[in-house]
């Protein structure tokens, strides 16, 4: 058994994926092989990985375009790795990525586990933009913190028999991994690695770039995570996490002129928590986003002054 599985999903990334693929090959630990599964790619995403004659590499090709989470479960199932990781096809990991997890792996001597590590997020030049660091609190659980930070999939490595049992859901476009994440936080230890090991890069047709509404997506994974009963969070966590998601979409939908939408997560806003005190910016959103509502805007910020 080969220590490490890593597994690339991928759809017509022909410019990105070389980079992806080669980042594995440069890795200082040679412990791995590669599943890259091309989901029906329509460009020539196909030759660039058909270049490859690294007997460590196989390639899994869908006939239709399954999607990102579909595609990685059937990575989940080629794999022969003890650990499974993952890196989508327009990111990249550093060299010492492996290594550093293995090291870490041989120390607490092969834990049945999710482990990860920190992320730099980087422009299309390779310019980086910010890291995460992530850093755990005491003070909320391991299902609450996995929540609230979300944990970059590309710096994961997972002990096959977790996947075993949990996969990524196949109806969520968006948060599939945060679901995920949860449900192993909720049964399995999460180990933290504070090195910066890999690179997720920022361009224009990154998912989050290409939904445009990205809010009502997180609002579903969100329903979904708080309906499992495997995954227990207080109630308090729950309405918190409702009135921001809430509140974006009074935000999102005023700012494109639909104020009835607008009005009704208002209302939404206000019944998960009536005592926030981020109803009244919720309210002046609505207000402001109506016809005339630039005028009473600037009457408003008048009588500020």
């Given at each position: 058994?080969?220590?490490?599985?890593?597994v690339?999903?991928?759809?017509?990334?022909?410019?990105?994926?070389?980079?992806?693929?080669?980042?594995?090959?440069?890795?200082?630990?040679?412990?791995?092989?590669?599943?890259?599964?091309?989901?029906?790619?329509?460009?020539?995403t196909?030759?660039?990985?058909?270049?490859?004659?690294?007997?460590?590499?196989?390639?899994?090709?869908?006939?239709?375009?399954?999607?990102?989470?579909?595609?990685?479960?059937?990575?989940?199932?080629?794999?022969?790795?003890e650990?499974?990781?993952?890196?989508?096809?327009?990111?990249?990991?550093?060299?010492?990525?492996?290594?550093?997890?293995?090291?870490?792996?041989?120390?607490?001597?092969h834990?049945?586990?999710?482990?990860?590590?920190?992320?730099?997020?980087?422009?299309?030049?390779?310019?980086?933009?910010?890291?995460?660091?992530y850093?755990?609190?005491?003070?909320?659980s391991?299902?609450?913190?996995?929540?609230?930070?979300?944990?970059?999939?590309?710096?994961?490595?997972?002990?096959?028999?977790?996947?075993?049992?949990?996969?990524?859901?196949?109806?969520?476009?968006?948060?599939?991994?945060?679901?995920?994440?949860?449900?192993?936080?909720?049964?399995?230890?999460?180990?933290?690695?504070?090195?910066?090991?890999?690179?997720?890069?920022?361009?224009?047709?990154?998912?989050?770039?290409?939904?445009?509404?990205?809010?009502?997506?997180?609002?579903?994974?969100?329903?979904?995570?708080?309906?499992?009963?495997s995954?227990?969070?207080?109630?308090?966590?729950?309405?918190?996490?409702?009135?921001?998601?809430?509140?974006?979409?009074?935000?999102?939908?005023?700012?494109?002129?639909?104020?009835?939408?607008?009005?009704?997560?208002?209302?939404?806003?206000?019944?998960?928590?009536?005592?926030n005190?981020?109803?009244?910016?919720?309210?002046?959103?609505?207000?402001?986003?109506?016809?005339?509502?630039?005028?009473?805007?600037?009457?408003?910020?008048?009588?500020?002054?």
């Amino acid at each position: 058994m080969v220590l490490f599985s890593i597994v690339i999903p991928t759809y017509n990334r022909a410019a990105f994926v070389k980079k992806a693929v080669d980042s594995v090959i440069a890795q200082t630990c040679s412990d791995w092989e590669l599943i890259v599964v091309d989901d029906a790619s329509t460009d020539h995403t196909m030759d660039v990985l058909n270049s490859y004659a690294d007997p460590r590499i196989r390639i899994v090709r869908n006939t239709l375009n399954l999607e990102r989470s579909a595609s990685r479960n059937k990575g989940i199932e080629a794999a022969r790795g003890e650990y499974i990781c993952f890196l989508d096809s327009d990111d990249y990991y550093f060299p010492q990525h492996l290594e550093i997890l293995r090291h870490e792996v041989e120390l607490l001597n092969h834990p049945v586990a999710l482990i990860h590590t920190n992320v730099s997020v980087r422009d299309i030049s390779d310019h980086e933009l910010r890291q995460i660091n992530y850093s755990y609190s005491s003070i909320r659980s391991k299902t609450e913190w996995v929540l609230s930070n979300h944990i970059q999939p590309n710096a994961v490595a997972i002990h096959h028999s977790i996947l075993n049992r949990f996969r990524f859901d196949t109806t969520l476009s968006i948060n599939e991994d945060v679901y995920l994440f949860a449900q192993i936080a909720a049964a399995f230890p999460i180990l933290h690695i504070p090195e910066l090991t890999v690179a997720w890069v920022h361009h224009l047709s990154n998912t989050t770039k290409l939904i445009h509404d990205y809010i009502s997506p997180q609002l579903l994974a969100t329903r979904k995570i708080f309906n499992d009963s495997s995954i227990l969070v207080p109630q308090s966590f729950k309405k918190n996490k409702y009135f921001e998601l809430y509140s974006q979409l009074v935000y999102f939908y005023a700012s494109n002129k639909k104020s009835i939408l607008s009005g009704r997560y208002f209302i939404k806003a206000i019944s998960v928590a009536p005592f926030n005190k981020g109803n009244w910016n919720n309210f002046l959103n609505v207000i402001y986003h109506l016809p005339g509502g630039k005028w009473l805007k600037k009457t408003m910020q008048l009588f500020n002054r």
